[in-house]
């Protein structure tokens, strides 16, 4: 896999300490529940998609734009095309952001997200709540594909 992954904490010159767990994805892959806990940082120029796991209590993802998508959009999609994303987005241009109910798709929107919009998920058990952080309201959009 051409993805890097650095383990362990991470303390800055400055003293913060971050997450866990760092991976900056380059080729699309598929997650499990050891993952859980990572930041992910997407960077390519061909854009992929990430799959998630089965949902289980406490799981959590971060992702974060690195390389803005150009040509194609960066996704998180679940596992088995399960409806079971519901999310909002919080959008710094102070607009109106998409939501999800019962989505199966998250998608970073190539010619429009930027470096630093980022999702957050956690999971119940059942379900993927997202939390989305972008600049622009066409960012980052909630689907159903399947």
Known sequence: MA????????????????PAAVTVATVASALTAEDSGKTIFLNSAT???????????????????K??????SYTIVTKNGANIIKGMQFVAADAA????????????VAGSSVAGDKVELVSDGTSWF?????TLAASITFTTAA
Do not use: C, M, Q, R
Request: negative net charge; glycine residues 12%; proline residues 7%.
């Open 67 to 72: 390389a803005a998508p150009v040509g194609t």
């Open 130 to 134: 997202a939390y989305a952080f972008s």
């Open 3 to 18: 993805n890097t992954t650095f383990k362990g904490p991470v303390i800055s010159d400055n003293g913060f300490i971050g």
């Open 97 to 108: 952001g998409d939501t999800g109910t019962s989505d199966d798709t998250i998608t970073f």
């Open 47 to 65: 854009e992929f998609a990430t799959t998630l796991p089965l949902p289980a209590n406490g799981l959590h993802f971060t992702f974060i734009v």
